[in-house]
């Protein structure tokens, strides 16, 4: 039993170290790695020397360049178990790591409550579908599903802007950009939360939207598969109410497969998330990263694609534990 | 003659086997639809690069089929013309992505042991990583100006999940009677993998090949939206990406600029994706011979 939490959290942790490494050896060891190009852009624009202009990349990205190469991989170890990522490069003096404190909590707000109603709903209408399945509601669903499962995620959040916004003006896009209306601190009241969902609203709309249809017709041909089970049978023969078989027998059985789909999916929509924030001015860690990448802000850049990382494989452990929890046979294997 | 018949009976089974679902088939007809226009269609619909500034964010008309952009150019042209690329792209990232996976997939399963951890082990790894943040970064230091270079950096980046499915289903194909059989009629390595191995994977190969194909369309245009592709002319990712930095998703009259390169990639992702629901059918062996 505690056996298989042990195992995942050693398997995670593994993970992260093995991301950490694969990222040191990118910024450093790589032909026009960020250090040499800084270095070079430094000695270009500000006409520095190479010395100074080294010893003011190697404080940027908290390596000591002149070290052996274990010494600096040992020191990078040591900083990331600080929580120190270096000093942003386009606004100085701020470390990396209170951009990430700022911002992460954004888009762990928007991708956690998108893909929980997504994968909520998606079930259940699944399972809508499989029991009413050659019906007319079925086919409606699975068209809709299928459309909006294969249009790239930012597409819709486009398309959103554009219908919602600027043709029919139903939602005041300009008054929801950014993740809080000004004056705003956050808290624990309803104002707060209110608007932080206000400002939430079209990410977290187009995070459901594409990822829903995948859910959707999953469930549904997993719960038809189900039904045709000996032990829904059974359940039918012993005379069970129709509710509790669908939800504990049915329902139950037929989402587990979906739980493996979910890892590969938290990785996606947070992969993808920095794309959606960019359109809608959300300002999370996504956003971060994609102004980090235009103004080529190494130190942010490795920092933030590193803590992308990090959540995803967190969100996967997670979805890992609900997995054994729901399904204790995997626990044993 | 006998092989040109025999071509033609092959043709005529597969395409009959596709029209036994009526959405994939439609998916099939309109993806093949999409292919002519863009790779055929450019040699007689000219592109309109001539600015006519009393012509500008017309709608759709007899003359301009999708209507005009800011400059008064004909976007159908554009269309056109903007298909090839993104489609070139996203052929040579997914021959890539599902020779690697097919490759090292099969690989993995058959030969067991360490070759399997050791696969399994650095596909994980990838599969980790948030593939689209990961190109996104990789491509601010990697000067991506090439479309084959471009396709060749997606695909090699892109075959992890592909890699793992393609493995399962090699790890159940290995254990079935009829592989089994083969084996205990000694029939050798090359008839396995070939005459029983191959045919019976053939459906997921193709299937592979559409999903890489889609995936490589949503990274390459997103990484254009990014401004991270310095590719040039009207392409649709870059008409999308034009639209979106001059502001022009803002304004009402410029709807057609945008809406038209948007329903050309969601048109060409959804036809692939229904496509295979055919493929899937007309790649199977089991069915061939009932006809």
Redesign the interface.
């Known amino acids: 039993m505690q056996n298989y939490y042990v195992r995942r959290i050693a398997r995670a942790l593994l993970m992260i170290w093995i991301v950490s490494t694969i990222i040191f050896f990118l910024i450093r060891l790589l032909p026009g790695n960020p250090v040499e190009q800084y270095i070079a852009r430094l000695i270009e624009t500000q006409g520095m020397d190479y010395e100074n202009a080294r010893s003011q990349a190697a404080a940027l990205f908290a390596i000591d360049l002149d070290a052996p190469l274990w010494q600096q991989y040992a020191d990078y170890i040591w900083n990331l178990l600080h929580f120190n990522l270096g000093v942003s490069i386009t606004s100085p003096g701020t470390p990396v790591s209170a951009i990430i404190a700022r911002f992460l909590p954004w888009t762990i707000f928007s991708v956690g409550i998108g893909l929980t109603f997504s994968f909520v709903f998606g079930i259940l209408l699944g399972l809508m579908m499989a029991y009413r399945r050659e019906g007319f509601l079925d086919h409606a669903l699975t068209v809709f599903a299928s459309v909006v499962s294969s249009i790239p995620n930012y597409l819709i959040g486009i398309l959103l802007v554009v219908w919602l916004g600027v043709q029919w003006k139903i939602l005041p896009i300009a008054q929801m950009r950014g993740t809080m209306s000004p004056g705003m601190t956050p808290s624990f009241s309803w104002a707060f939360l209110s608007d932080a969902l206000f400002h939430a609203f079209l990410p977290i709309s187009t995070y459901v939207l594409t990822t829903i249809g995948t859910w959707m017709l999953s469930m549904k041909g997993s719960t038809v598969g189900t039904l045709g089970e000996d032990f829904v049978t059974v359940a039918r023969a012993r005379g069970l109410k129709d509710w509790r078989i669908t939800t504990a027998y049915v329902g139950r059985n037929a989402a587990l497969p979906l739980f493996t789909q979910l890892t590969i999916a938290i990785g996606f929509v947070v992969g993808g998330s920095f794309l959606i924030e960019t359109i809608f001015q959300y300002q999370g860690i996504g956003y971060v990263l994609s102004s980090a990448i235009a103004q080529r802000d190494y130190p942010v850049m490795q920092g933030v694609f590193l803590v992308i990382t990090v959540s995803v494989i967190v969100a996967n452990t997670l979805a890992d534990f609900l997995y054994g929890w729901l399904d204790p046979r995997i626990k044993v294997g | 003659m006998g092989f040109v018949r025999g071509f033609f009976n092959w043709l005529g089974t597969t395409l009959k086997l596709m029209t036994y679902n009526k959405a994939g088939f439609i998916g099939f007809l309109s993806t093949c639809a999409i292919l002519i226009i863009c790779l055929i269609g450019p040699f007689f619909i000219p592109l309109d690069t001539k600015t006519k500034l009393d012509n500008i964010y017309q709608p759709p008309s007899a003359e301009y089929w999708m209507g005009t952009d800011h400059q008064g150019r004909d976007i159908f042209s554009q269309i056109v013309h903007g298909g090839k690329d993104v489609i070139y792209v996203a052929a040579v990232a997914a021959f890539l992505s599902t020779f690697i996976a097919v490759g090292f997939g099969t690989l993995s399963a058959f030969a067991g042991g360490k070759i399997d951890t050791a696969i399994m082990g650095v596909t994980?790894?990838f599969?980790?990583?948030?593939?689209?943040?990961?190109l996104?970064?990789l491509a601010?230091?990697?000067t991506l100006n090439n479309l084959t270079f471009l396709g060749l950096f997606l695909g090699a980046l892109s075959w992890p999940?592909l890699l793992r499915a393609v493995r399962s289903q090699a790890l159940s194909l290995k254990e079935r009677d009829f592989v089994e059989a083969a084996r205990a009629l000694d029939l050798g390595t090359s008839h396995i993998v070939f005459r029983e191995l191959v045919p019976n994977m053939m459906t997921y190969i193709v299937i592979s090949f559409t999903l890489a194909l889609?995936a490589a369309?949503?990274t390459q245009?997103?990484l254009v939206?990014?401004?991270?592709v310095p590719v040039s002319g009207s392409n649709w990712g870059v008409m999308?990406s034009f639209a979106?930095t001059q502001g022009a998703?803002?304004?009402?009259d410029a709807?057609w600029r945008?809406?038209m390169p948007?329903l050309a990639?969601?048109l060409f992702?959804?036809s692939v994706?229904?496509m295979t629901r055919s493929l899937e059918l007309a790649f199977n062996p089991r069915l061939r011979t009932m006809v």
């Open positions: 994980d790894v599969l980790t990583i948030p593939q689209f943040p990961l996104a970064v601010a230091f990697i999940a889609t369309v949503y245009v997103g939206l990014l401004g991270l999308i979106w998703i803002f304004f009402r709807m945008i809406m948007i990639i969601a992702q959804l994706i229904t």
